[in-house]
């Protein structure tokens, strides 16, 4: 009896080894590379994320990014960098399937109708309204952006007591609550999704519609905290694109599956 339940035992431990490969590889994969389209070279630091999930990464050097363990299904990727058009692509991936895409990035700034900019001044996210009215921390409204004509994020947050930005060279900056123990960093947030300190210093001045100081747990909103609520927590809110965006353009294809015939390959991958 007691050698026969050991049997079933091993029959059973043998079954979930040889399942565990079978639901790993209903995992999907999309990947890619964004370039200039008319320098033709790739392009470094782009932000891509999927609608609607909390998913983001950032382009390497050769303009390369990627998105594993996806579940199957439908997902809406989108591709910005400073200085180029954002482009979208709606994609269908199946069980275990790998996506590659090209993003060619035309290098033209789109210019928002300065009407668009004053019928939104007073407005944004709901959940931004709400903890503005509440008053816990410190906001930086639209209005405010353009009264004071800051060029960059970090020059924005440098207005805010408590608030240290500590820069080194011309490009890399650190954002610092004075009340926080040394070293320790805020959290960050865009849109309401957790995301990295690069993320928000990439968000160009005018796609922010405000922007959200906490300067530690104390005062840090429910639904911000986090690992770094203790150090604060910096929280922007990007503007909706107007009805009508101009030279708005979509990925070259729109899915491409691998390993179809058609499929464009990954330059910097080879073959």
Known sequence: MIAEFRRLLAAVATVAVMAS??????????RGIITNIRAKR??????????????????????AFSFTGLEAG??????????????????ALKAGETIDLE??????????????????????????IRRKSEGLGRYITREHLEARQVATLPDALRTVPG???????????VARMARAPRGCSPGYFMDGIPTEQAVLWLTP?????????????????????????????????????????PREKKAKSETIRVPADTAKRDPSRGG
């Open 21 to 30: 490969p079978v639901a790993a590889q209903k995992r999907g994969e999309i």
């Open 42 to 63: 790739p392009i470094e630091g782009a932000r891509i994320s999927l609608a609607g999930t909390a998913l983001v990464v950032t382009s390497g050097p050769s303009g």
């Open 74 to 91: 439908d997902y809406v990727i989108q591709a910005a960098a400073i200085g180029f058009t954002t482009m979208t692509s709606p994609l």
């Open 103 to 128: 993003f060619e990035a035309d290098p033209e700034a789109v210019n928002l109708p300065e009407l668009t900019v004053e019928e939104r001044m007073n407005h944004g996210p709901a959940d931004w």
């Open 163 to 173: 608030v240290r930005i500590e820069c080194r060279g011309s490009q890399i900056c």
């Open 205 to 245: 001045v005018q796609e922010i519609e405000g922007i959200e100081i906490y300067t530690g747990p104390a005062e840090t909103p429910a639904e911000l905290e986090g690992a770094s609520a203790r150090c604060g927590v910096i929280a922007l809110w990007t503007r909706p694109p107007p009805a009508r965006r």
